[in-house]
Nanobody, 124 residues
C-alpha cells in the first residue's frame, strides 16, 4: 500500500555534491520519522540522517556539517543534500519512513518502509 521511490544517486568526484530525493506514495495518513541509511559493500546498514515530522534532525558524526536532511510534508518527500563528498561516502543509500496508512483489509496501520536503494559513488 505504500511505496518509497528514491532518486538522485550517481557518480561524483571528491568534493562534489549530490541531492537525493525519496517520495512516499500510497494510502498515506501521516508519516512520522523519515531517514536515510547507507550500506557499503561488506558493511552493515547505518543511519546517515533522520528527521521527525516536526523537523528535528540528527546526523551521523561522519556527515555532520556536510549533509543536510529536509522534508516536504505536503509532498511526502525527504531529501538529503550531500556536500563535500568523500570516497568513504560511497555506498548504497536507502530511504526509510515510519508510515501510518489505511488498508482496506486491515484498517489503519503503521509500518516501517524502505526504498529500493540508490548508488552513490565518490571517485576521481
Amino acid at each position: 500500500q505504500v511505496q518509497l521511490v528514491e532518486s538522485g544517486g550517481g557518480l561524483v568526484q571528491p568534493g562534489g555534491s549530490l541531492r537525493l530525493s525519496c517520495a512516499a506514495s500510497g494510502n498515506i495518513v501521516s508519516i512520522n520519522a523519515m531517514g536515510w541509511y547507507r550500506q557499503a559493500p561488506g558493511k552493515q546498514r547505518d543511519l546517515v540522517a533522520a528527521i521527525t515530522n516536526g523537523g528535528s534532525t540528527n546526523y551521523a558524526d561522519s556527515v555532520k556539517g556536510r549533509f543536510t536532511i529536509s522534508r516536504d510534508n505536503a509532498k511526502n518527500t525527504v531529501y538529503l543534500q550531500m556536500n563535500s563528498l568523500k570516497p568513504e561516502d560511497t555506498a548504497v543509500y536507502y530511504c526509510n519512513a515510519d508510515v501510518k496508512y489505511y488498508s482496506r483489509s486491515y484498517g489503519m496501520r503503521r509500518d516501517d518502509y524502505w526504498g529500493q536503494g540508490t548508488q552513490v559513488t565518490v571517485s576521481s
